[in-house]
């Protein structure tokens, strides 16, 4: 599903997705109230999400979506790179955020990559995110981070490379492993801190003082 208060962007996305064997746009929505009511009734499996939007901002629709339960992936677009909005939409539960700029080909992967239920932030944006706008970002549930002392040393070592922004490659040639082992890790951490996906873990590992953002 589309959601942008511009029509025209819209369109164009369609085109692009349209040419696409395996993806369907099935609606459009103009504003977050709509989304998040077509959410509900179409249950897409991505929803392509602006941020600032009339009646309802991405944010607040991100929220309303995941907080329902809903069996749909959010993907945020912006055209603001380094938009502190998208720190609070990654905690809401998006699943990534992809400049609107970004090429046909790069879409569409990571339309496919979020289906898949991976993350499509590049580590080292969401890194510049973080260090840019952790610390003036309050949860806004007020809870408290969920503890890492439930993971082992080597989880917690992989935890914090991944928030540094290495891929598992970069990890499994760090630590002299295999990536599989790597993928295992990253899962095990996953499951063990009741986190969707590489994004929820970046930002745990920040909020728990884990890796500290750089001055």
Not at 176 to 194: A, D, P
Request: hydrophobic share 45%; aromatic share 2%; proline share 5%.
């Amino acid at each position: 599903m589309l959601v942008d208060d511009q029509p025209l962007l819209r369109t164009g996305f369609r085109m692009v997705l349209g040419a696409e064997s395996d993806i369907d746009v099935v609606s459009e929505a103009g504003d977050g109230i709509e989304a998040v009511d077509l959410a509900r009734r179409l249950l897409p499996d991505v929803i392509l999400m602006d941020i600032r939007m009339p009646r309802m901002d991405g944010v607040a629709a991100t929220k309303a979506i995941v907080d329902a339960k809903l069996p749909v992936k959010v993907l945020i677009l912006t055209t603001f790179d380094l938009d502190e909005y998208i720190v609070g939409a990654l905690r809401a539960g998006a699943s990534g955020f992809l400049a609107k700029d970004v090429p046909a080909d790069d879409l569409v992967s990571a339309i496919r990559s979020v289906a898949a239920g991976e993350a499509v932030v590049a580590p080292r944006i969401l890194r510049r995110l973080l260090e840019k706008f952790v610390d003036r970002l309050p949860d806004p549930a007020g809870d408290t981070p969920t503890s890492i002392e439930v993971l082992t040393d080597r989880e917690r070592e992989v935890l914090m490379l991944v928030a540094r922004g290495m891929s598992n490659a970069e990890i499994a040639k760090e630590l002299t492993v295999s990536e599989t082992t790597v993928k295992t890790h990253v899962g095990h951490v996953l499951t063990k801190l009741g986190l969707r996906d590489r994004v929820q873990a970046v930002v745990l590992a920040y909020e728990s003082g884990l890796v500290k953002p750089s001055r």
